[in-house]
């Protein structure tokens, strides 16, 4: 059964730091692509981010270019959102999802909450 | 970007009949349509991709047609489980949601 486990997600002043990972299981962690969604409270999905499935790939919105970083260890079958100089426009859930054959999202982790606020 | 227009965005149907959702872009997207449901409190979930084909586990009832900018998502009775909030995606050129589509009961 595939899982996916997101953690990190805690209240932060606007302008800090914040680490996201998400824990895989019940694939071949590193035969995929992986991304990352938010969801401000009461709104729709956005995509954040994507990393290809060896790490060399990554992309970005134009909204958290040069603030957010993505990665991934698959030694660790783990995925990272590194998010930087955060505002309160970041605010929203955060979503691990993997990649299926084509681009779209086949797996959906439970979702990590980020607040910006001070 | 892409633009993905959903309509309506309230559609109020009782148990057991129909349900139709539409979903537009803005430009052709081809196939590289994909279409999740999502329940109060939970993640996303991948109901139909490549427009047409049911992702694993979805029941037969539901059933996604289109191509290029003109897309439906189409339950055929519905059930209690089935209402919810349905978005529509595009990733033919990096990926972009619609606004949603609530399914309330009537």
């Known amino acids: 059964e595939v899982q996916l486990v997101e953690s990190g997600g805690v209240v932060v002043q606007p302008g800090g730091s914040l680490r996201l990972s998400c824990a895989a299981s019940?694939?071949?962690?590193?035969?995929?692509?992986m991304y990352w969604v938010r969801q401000a409270p009461g709104k729709g999905l956005e995509w954040v981010s994507l990393?290809?499935?060896?790490?060399?790939?990554?992309d970005y919105v134009d909204s958290v270019k040069g603030r957010f970083t993505i990665s991934r260890d698959n030694s660790k079958n783990s995925l990272y959102l590194q998010m930087n100089s955060l505002r309160a426009e970041d605010t929203a859930f955060y979503y691990c999802a993997k990649a299926g054959s084509s681009g779209y999202y086949d797996y959906w982790g439970q979702g990590t909450l980020v607040t910006v606020s001070s | 970007e892409i633009v993905m227009t959903q309509s309506p965005a309230t559609l109020s149907v009782s148990p057991g009949e129909r349900g139709t959702l539409s979903c537009r872009a803005s430009?052709?997207?081809?196939?590289?349509l994909a279409w999740y449901q999502q329940k109060p409190g939970q993640a996303p979930r991948l109901l139909i991709y490549g427009a047409s084909t049911r992702a694993t586990g979805i029941p037969a009832r539901f059933s996604g047609s289109g191509s290029g900018t003109e897309f439906t998502l189409t339950i055929s009775s519905l059930k209690s489980e089935d209402f919810a909030v349905y978005y529509c995606?595009?990733?033919?050129?990096?990926?972009?949601f619609g606004q949603g589509t609530k399914v309330e009961i009537k």
């Open positions: 430009q052709s997207v081809s196939s590289n």
């Open positions: 995606q595009q990733y033919d050129n990096w990926w972009t």
């Open positions: 019940g694939f071949t962690f590193d035969d995929h692509a």
């Open positions: 990393i290809s499935w060896d790490g060399g790939s990554t």
